[in-house]
């Protein structure tokens, strides 16, 4: 039984992962931080049931931010791979918090680089980099050999990240990997994030919970996936024979004017009488538009996306409706 640990796990893309790790016969071990309130209800259904836990799974306690801790976990554990998807992730928090997201988003994976170095295993690494490294993109569609240009904190510390994963690939000669995502989306996204807030916003004003939504640039255009379509690229990087860095999109854009019209449209609502803008959501430098060229992914590791985008807006419509239903029956008081 091969064993993988997960950074991140408790987040979108970790609990995925952790899904696919387990259908495939791995043992599971997520790392998690220590918090006053329980933060696990991505993954409850598969360590937290009591009438169907697995067994397989095992949750740890550590952070990206204490090289002790990893050195620890990776000599206890000895994992076959290694998933770093922990960070703090929000582009816009990032302008708030730079300090605490380049702690740990870029050096989370320099202590963890460097703890597989320490402990001399044979461990496969996978990097979770980022389409926003790219920012003010050199050349459109963006593939492995575009030039980055970060615009925030986050995606200034997710290229030292790249970057330090390759130099720890060739100078140490780690079986490391680069997957470059672009924006892949999920009913377990995070509600702080536009795609979910658009979701909630919607279903809630359509059961009359929430009279109004409130977003920064409508403008931007982004490349959507699926991120339960993402995560199995991630598995493939590391069943290679050798370590490559991979992008890893849809190859279309569309903008946030898209989405909404897409998630009202499907609930019979016309976005423009609720959706109202406020500048303290936009970025101090904003990303104009992103799209990826997956052409290697597709090649390489047979990997294509499988969800379309009116497909994922969708899903995630009709998911976040069960929710706003459960609060209209629970009597969760509406918005003013």
Request: hydrophobic share 35%; proline share 5%; charged share 25%.
């Amino acid at each position: 039984m091969k064993k993988a640990l997960v950074t991140g796990i408790t987040g979108q893309d970790g609990s995925y992962l952790a899904e696919l790790l387990l259908s495939k016969g791995y043992e599971v071990y997520g790392l998690i931080r220590r918090s006053s309130t329980v933060n696990t209800s991505r993954i409850a259904h598969l360590c937290c049931d009591p009438d169907t836990p697995d067994a397989r799974l095992h949750l740890l306690y550590g952070d990206l931010t204490d090289s002790a801790t990893l050195t620890d976990v990776l000599a206890t554990v000895q994992p076959d791979e290694i998933y770093n998807l922990g960070a703090q992730s929000h582009v816009r928090v990032s302008f708030d918090t730079p300090i605490h997201t380049a702690d740990v988003t870029a050096m989370g994976a320099l202590r963890m680089l460097e703890a597989l170095r320490d402990t001399g295993l044979p461990a496969k690494f996978y990097q979770a980099s980022s389409s926003e490294m790219f920012g003010w993109a050199r050349e459109t569609p963006q593939r492995e050999t575009t030039p980055f240009y970060p615009r925030s904190p986050y995606a200034v510390s997710k290229v030292f990240a790249y970057w330090i994963t390759v130099n720890y690939r060739e100078a140490y000669n780690l079986f490391a990997c680069n997957g470059i995502l672009f924006n892949h989306e999920s009913p377990r996204r995070g509600e702080t994030f536009v795609t979910r807030k658009i979701t909630r916003a919607a279903t809630r004003i359509k059961l009359g919970l929430q009279k109004e939504l409130y977003l920064g640039n409508l403008e931007a255009r982004r490349d959507w996936g699926y991120a339960k379509d993402y995560v199995e690229a991630m598995w493939l990087m590391l069943q290679q024979e050798k370590p490559d860095d991979y992008v890893v999109a849809t190859g279309e854009t569309h903008s946030v004017r898209d989405f909404l019209e897409e998630a009202f449209g499907y609930l019979d609502l016309d976005y423009r009488d609720f959706v109202r803008i406020d500048p303290r959501f936009r970025r101090p430098t904003e990303v104009d538009s992103v799209v990826g060229d997956a052409t290697k992914a597709r090649t390489v590791l047979g990997w294509k996306p499988r969800v379309t985008f009116k497909e994922l807006v969708r899903l995630m419509v009709d998911a976040d409706m069960e929710l706003a239903e459960r609060e209209k029956r629970e009597g969760i008081e509406p918005l003013p």
